[in-house]
C-alpha cells in the first residue's frame, strides 16, 4: 500500500510541479519575400521595387515555460529541445510583460537597424539622430531624441562612430559646441560643459547615445506580430536589397539564414542555431546564412542536406547569395 502511494505522489508531483527550466526549440520561420496573411512582410513605399523569388527565410527559436517534470523529461528525451534554466531567460528581477516589451524593442530596433545596413549597402544616404539622453547628462534639456545631430566639437557627425571620435580627446570640463536640428526647426547650436563618464572612462560625458537612421523619401515597413529579439537583422537586410535592385538576389532559391546586424553591415552571433537550422531545413531551405561566430555550432549540428555559408557582413552574405546565383559553392564554415 505505501509503495503504491508513494507512486501516486510522485505521479501528481511530475505532472503538476513546475520546474526551473524552459524547453528551447525549433521555432517558427518565416519568409521575408513574402506575407503574412494579406500583408507583406516588407512593403516599400514610394520608391521603384523589383520582384523577387524563391523564399529569404528569417528563423526563430521557441521558448517553452511552465513545464512539469514529465513535460521537460518528455521534450527533452525527443531530442528536438534542450533545457535551460528558467532564471535565463526570465530573470527574477524582471516581470515577465517587462521581458516582452524588451524583446518587442529588440525585434523593432533589428527592423530599424536592418533598414540602415540595406540602404546604406546600397548607396543611399544616412542620418544621425539622437536616441537615448541620459538624465542629467550635459545634453539633457538641451537635445533632444529624435534631433538630427550635425557636428560636435567642429566635426561632422557622419555616424555614431564619428560622435564618439569628435569627443574623445575632450575631458570632464571641457566647452564643446554641438551643432543639430530639431524637427524642421533651423540648425542650432549649443555650447555644453562636458561631465564624468559614469563608466569611469577619462574622456568627457556628453550623454547622448547616437543612431542612424536612413534619410530617404521613402518609407519602408516591416510587419511581422509576435515575434522577438535582434535575430531577424541579416535576413531583413538582403530582403530590402532584393526589393531595390533588379534580378532575384537569391537565384531562386529557398535561403535562410539569422544574424544580428548593426548600421555599418557587421552581422552578430545569435543563440538558438541548432533549433533554427533544423526548421529552415523541414521548411525546405537548401542553404543557411551562418553568422561567423555560429560557424563551429553551426557545423557541428547542420541537419543533412543544409548547405552552411559563413557570413560576418553584410556584403559576404551577398557575396555568398552572388555565388549560388552563378552556380557556385559559397565559402562555408
Partial sequence: MTSVLLVVVFGMLGAFVQVPFVALGPGPTYDTLGTEGDTPVIRIDGQQTYPTGGHLNMTTVTVTDQLSLFGA????VSGRYALAPRE???PPDKSEQQIEQENTKAFNDSQTTAETAALRYLGYPTKVLAGEIVKGSPADGVIEPGDRLISANGRPVT?????REALAANRPGDRVEIRFRHAD???RAATVQLGQHPHGEPQGFLG???TERPDVPFGIEISLADVGGPSAGLMFSLAIIDKLTPGEINGGQFVAGTGEIDPAGTVGAIGGIPFKMVKAREAGATTFLVPAGNC???KAQAP???RLAKVATLDEANKALEALRNGQVPAGC
Fill in 208 to 210: 547622448v547615445a547616437a
Fill in 296 to 298: 563551429a555550432e553551426a
Fill in 185 to 187: 526647426e533651423p540648425e
Fill in 73 to 76: 523529461l518528455g521534450l527533452w
Fill in 88 to 90: 535565463v531567460y526570465f
Fill in 304 to 306: 543533412a542536406g543544409l
Fill in 159 to 163: 555616424d555614431a562612430a564619428s560622435l
